[in-house]
Nanobody
Framework: QVQLVESGGGLVQAGGSLRLSCAASELTFSRYTMYWFRQAPGKERDFVAAISGGGNSYYVDSVKGRLTISRDNAKNTVYLQMNSLKPEDPAVYYC?????????????????????WGQGTQVTVSS
């Protein structure tokens, strides 16, 4: 059974850093484009970043220069390095996988367009 398990969330001060991880099991990881989305309370799920199996990445403009997506295909894991965290960054962060997906995400986000989702990890930023 395929599972995506996120970890690394927590409480951090504004300006601080966190690294999220998403470990995938039971899939041919390199075939999947991996995504990070986030959802704040009362808001819709938003795209954050994506990375293809070959390492091509794409970001929403609001996080460029602060968040970096990367992957280790040998470890079946995708990461989101979050630096210079801002008050607008707190949310539940979800990873998702789509086989041979494009890194450019079609809006609005349709969860069924993605093959697998993780359960999410909470990021909280204190001012």
């Amino acid at each position: 059974q395929v599972q995506l398990v996120e970890s690394g969330g927590g409480l951090v001060q504004a300006g601080g850093s966190l690294r999220l991880s998403c470990a995938a099991s039971e899939l041919t990881f390199s075939r999947y484009t991996m995504y990070w989305f986030r959802q704040a309370p009362g808001k819709e799920r938003d795209f954050v970043a994506a990375i293809s199996g070959g390492g091509n990445s794409y970001y929403v403009d609001s996080v460029k220069g602060r968040l970096t997506i990367s992957r280790d295909n040998a470890k079946n894991t995708v990461y989101l390095q979050m630096n210079s965290l801002k008050p607008e960054d707190p949310a539940v962060y979800y990873c998702a996988a789509r086989i041979f997906g494009t890194v450019v995400v079609t809006l609005p986000i349709k969860p069924n367009d993605y093959d697998y989702w993780g359960q999410g990890t909470q990021v909280t930023v204190s001012s």
